[in-house]
């Protein structure tokens, strides 16, 4: 009878040491958390390469394990996190002093856990093993974390304190319960709400700012004039841009006009045209006495009358004057027109000697057969054994200079054949020179640039005026524009004159 006693109170304690086995856990809540993204922050990936799911089983039990397609799992504190390979429908729980539970991981129509998703399970069953077991350290407090777009220039406040952010993110340790947050940025809606904190696991809140940005655009009716936006230099003639909504003042201005001003205020999400109207010029006057009377007055280009004259409208600012008659050597001269002031241009037109208007008569007639494809009236200018030379330059010794003649019929076939590949000729020269020889009385020396369509070179003429009444050139050099021939040209020195022909010195 003892050893049946000391055996029922062995049992007993045995029993009081060892749970019963076959308690049962419940699934009471299986879901999809999608603003969870607590597995694609983890990125852990199966055999395969593919992140995996992550199951998080809500579970303050030690030393439980998890079977079927599992890659990894992690406990901590009150939570057990399961990370599965995508497609899986199924997983095995084993707790100790529990019976093997298997829960379902399919959705409605079937499917397993996706990819890169996390999943919560919820289970009951477990309260008394957890009744008397020493509770885990708990700090209280958790984590809110925002992730924004855009992600700079934005201001973060929780709980009216300000958070930093780094590239569009941002972290606050807070207490259990309910904290406010709010997100700004400019040219954006400003977003807030509120975040529950619990001990379960971070709070993840997705935040996506709404634009507000309008677009702007402005038009000038005045060439060339400069936009000022609040101050800030933003364009010339117009401007179009993204702004915020907002009131902006509008500057318009140019130099020798008076300025204009103006307040726009835009919405948000609008589109705004502002048209500037022309701007009112600043007139001067300009007083232009100059002799002969009658010569021909042109500002900036454009003729504007004779000389002499007040010019009444003429926009304030620097301004270019040409005067000029024929027989007379033209002038330029630089003014500058005032506002409510007069300036004074004052002086006489130096006429040009008999001889040189000759030439330079002689060079109109040149210049207008080549306008005109004029070959015959050409050959008339030139006399019948003129002396045409032609410089050759060695492409790779650029200094060294070669000079060739060429008979007149071969250098009219030339200029014939130019005429005929082109529909029409562009003719210019510069920079001119005219100059008398000191030996021969009746011999000029002509320099210029020329510009013949493409080609440019420069020319010397050597014009004899024994004739008055019929110039003849006697002479035509040309050479290619290069740094040596830049500084040595050709010149009347070049060239042996004596009665009755002419002879090029150089060496040939």
Request: negative net charge; hydrophobic residues 35%.
């Amino acid at each position: 009878m003892m050893k049946l006693k000391y055996l029922f109170i062995t049992l007993m304690c045995f029993l009081s040491v060892f749970p019963t086995v076959g308690r049962e856990l419940k699934v009471e809540n299986f879901e999809m958390t999608a603003n969870d993204l607590s597995a694609r922050a983890a990125q852990v990936k199966d055999l395969n390469g593919d992140v995996c799911a992550l199951v998080r089983v809500i579970l303050p039990i030690e030393g439980c394990k998890f079977e079927g397609n599992v890659i990894k799992q992690e406990f901590d504190i009150n939570e057990y996190r399961v990370f599965m390979v995508k497609g899986s429908k199924r997983l095995r729980l084993k707790c100790p002093g529990m019976e093997t539970l298997d829960i379902e991981l399919t959705n409605d129509e079937g499917e397993g856990v996706v990819e890169g998703m996390t999943y919560s399970v919820k289970l009951s069953g477990y309260d008394d093993l957890i009744q008397n077991r020493p509770q885990a350290a708990d700090p209280g407090a958790n984590y809110l974390i925002l992730e924004i777009t855009p992600k700079t220039g934005v201001s973060v406040k929780v709980d009216d304190v300000t958070q930093s952010v780094d590239n569009g993110e941002t972290m606050t340790f807070l207490k259990y319960g309910t904290h406010k947050w709010s997100v700004d940025a400019e040219g954006y809606a400003s977003a807030e709400g509120t975040a529950e904190i619990n001990r379960s696991s971070n709070t993840v809140i997705q935040v996506k700012l709404e634009s507000i940005m309008s677009h702007l655009n402005i038009k000038t009716l005045t060439d060339g004039a400069t936009i000022k936006i609040n101050g800030k230099e933003s364009g010339k003639g117009s401007y179009s841009g993204t702004v915020a909504p907002g009131i902006y003042q509008i500057e318009v201005s140019k130099d020798n006009y008076r300025p204009h001003s103006t307040t726009v205020e835009i919405g948000q999400r609008q589109e705004k045209e502002i048209v500037i109207p022309e701007l009112e010029p600043i007139y001067g006057v300009l007083n232009i006495a100059y002799k002969p009377i009658g010569a021909t007055v042109k500002i900036d280009g454009i003729e504007v009358g004779t000389t002499p004259n007040v010019f009444r409208n003429i926009i304030t600012g620097k301004h270019e004057v040409e005067i000029s008659k024929n027989g007379y050597y033209s002038i330029m001269s630089s003014v500058n027109v005032k506002d409510g002031e007069t300036a004074m241009l004052r002086g006489e037109l130096e006429a040009i000697p008999d001889d040189i208007q000759i030439i330079m008569n002689l060079l109109d007639e040149y210049k207008s057969c080549y306008d005109n494809k004029n070959l015959y009236g050409l050959e008339s200018l030139f006399s019948d054994d003129a002396l045409i030379v032609r410089a050759n330059v060695n492409k790779i010794l650029s200094h060294q200079v070669k000079f060739v003649l060429k008979p007149l019929r071969s250098y009219f076939d030339e200029i014939e054949q130019t005429f005929n590949r082109y529909s029409w000729i562009n003719f210019s020269f510069d920079n001119l020179l005219i100059t008398r020889s000191e030996k021969v009385s009746t011999l000029y020396e002509v320099s210029f640039k020329q510009t013949i369509n493409f080609n440019t070179g420069y020319v010397l003429l050597l014009v004899d005026l024994k004739d008055t009444t019929k110039p003849n050139i006697i002479a035509h050099a040309w050479e290619p524009i290069t740094e040596e021939t830049a500084k040595n040209r050709l010149n009347i020195n070049d060239f042996e004159i004596s009665k009755d022909k002419i002879k090029l010195k150089l060496k040939q």
